[in-house]
């Protein structure tokens, strides 16, 4: 995609922009922390080695798979953005950056009327067949983003020469412009109609996106505790009863366990309730990092709260317990220079055998933790082992 204007460019940026966004509303709600570009840059790399083909095959058939005639445009505004973390302040900086990475040997003609850059064994395009297309928006981009930190002024090239345009060097060029910095225009600038309906699109677009924005955090309040992160009960309750028939369909137990901290109230009153708070998170993000990505958890009360385990019987629910039990009171929490151990006590019913909608089996674990609690800190209560009664529950330390 060769982008001929200031116009276009501003769409590929909308573009760019509106997909970034999207792509944001769409990720997991943890992203992914990826290296930075310094980080990258100064990794050793003696031992790693991409072959020119591989480079090729990403932005020339990959990008264009996902984002269609758009990739070039992308991929030129990603490289000019990108090109701000390298500091490349000088002509020289760049021209040896371009020959260290190994993407070609450049030419740099900048003056107060033009700037043309040839570049000869472009990693992009080097040998490649004609087609049609220029196609190195990734290298042009580079270079117009170091030009612009240079020259403090835009800059946008047009690839002029190009192997899939059938020449056998590269060829960016803009001319000087005191309105518009260094640009490339064939048949002069667009009208003031399309100026507007360029910014009416970006704004209409930016107004959506913020309403999806709006949209997902009402969501996510609603669906939330505002503390923990977990879920809450009521948008808990909708996942359960999937799960509860999800498992009626193929014959599968699920395990619901009420978990209560013992003696958090001594933590309010040694660090208060922001410590308290403090404490709570912490002990809520060690057990969510201890259980399975299938397992539903949510905050039930003030510092209870409910785990629904998929395909989980009694027996392995004991184990699960028995695992979170040492591993959570080994963990030391920390608030306003104080240090606590925690215990929980556990109440469990399963479905089929105790009970077959969420409120009746949530009402069991409730009443068999009460019973295990009883009996001291730190206990597993069953709402129907096999060896007592429904209404006697068991507890094991």
């Known amino acids: 995609m060769a982008i001929r204007s200031r116009e276009e460019l501003t769409l590929a940026e909308l573009f760019a922009h509106t997909l970034g966004n999207l792509i944001a509303l769409t990720s997991p709600e943890e992203p992914r922390a990826m290296p930075t570009a310094a980080e990258i840059l100064a990794a050793p790399d003696s031992e790693v080695c991409i072959p020119p083909a591989l480079f090729r095959l990403v932005q020339l058939v990959l990008l264009p798979e996902v984002l269609g005639a758009s990739s070039g445009g992308v991929l030129y505004v990603a490289a000019k953005r990108f090109s701000r973390s390298l500091e490349l302040s000088s002509l020289q900086d760049l021209k040896s950056w371009f020959s260290y990475m190994m993407l070609g040997e450049l030419e740099v003609e900048l003056d107060e009327e033009k700037v043309l850059v040839k570049l000869s064994r472009c990693m992009t395009c080097y040998r490649l067949p004609a087609t049609g297309s220029a196609l190195c928006d990734f290298e042009r981009g580079l270079i117009d983003g170091v030009?612009?930190?240079?020259?403090?002024?835009t800059v946008i090239t047009k690839e002029t020469l190009c192997w899939g345009l059938g020449d056998t060097v590269c060829q960016f060029e803009a001319f000087n412009s005191e309105a518009d910095g260094y640009v490339y225009a064939e048949d002069g600038s667009q009208s003031e109609v399309q100026r507007r309906l360029l910014q009416g699109i970006a704004d209409q677009s930016d107004t959506a996106l913020e309403n999806l924005r709006l949209v997902g955090d009402r969501r996510y309040a609603e669906t939330r505790d505002a503390l923990t992160g977990m879920y809450n009960f009521r948008h808990l309750r909708e996942l359960a009863m999937l799960e509860l028939a999800r498992a009626r369909r193929h014959d599968r137990t699920v395990a619901f366990v009420m978990l209560d901290i013992d003696g958090f109230a001594k933590v309010n009153e040694a660090v208060g309730p922001d410590g308290g708070d403090a404490v709570l998170r912490q002990w809520a993000d060690q057990l969510r990092a201890l259980l399975r990505e299938c397992d539903l958890t949510c905050r039930y009360g003030a510092d209870e709260f409910l785990l629904v385990l998929p395909e989980t019987a009694d027996a392995q629910a004991d184990a699960?317990?028995?695992?979170?039990?040492?591993?959570?009171?080994?963990?030391?929490?920390?608030?306003?220079?104080?240090?606590?151990?925690?215990?929980?006590?556990?109440?469990?019913?399963?479905?089929?055998?105790?009970?077959?909608?969420?409120e009746e089996l949530v009402a069991k674990a409730t009443t068999t933790m009460y019973v295990a609690k009883s009996g001291g800190d730190g206990r597993i209560g069953f709402y129907s082992p096999a060896a007592q009664g429904p209404e006697t529950g068991q507890d094991t330390q």
């Open 147 to 153: 030009l612009e930190r240079i020259t403090g002024t």
């Open 320 to 358: 699960v317990l028995g695992r979170l039990r040492t591993a959570l009171g080994e963990m030391v929490c920390e608030a306003g220079g104080r240090s606590f151990t925690l215990s929980a006590s556990a109440g469990v019913a399963t479905f089929p055998e105790d009970g077959a909608i969420v």
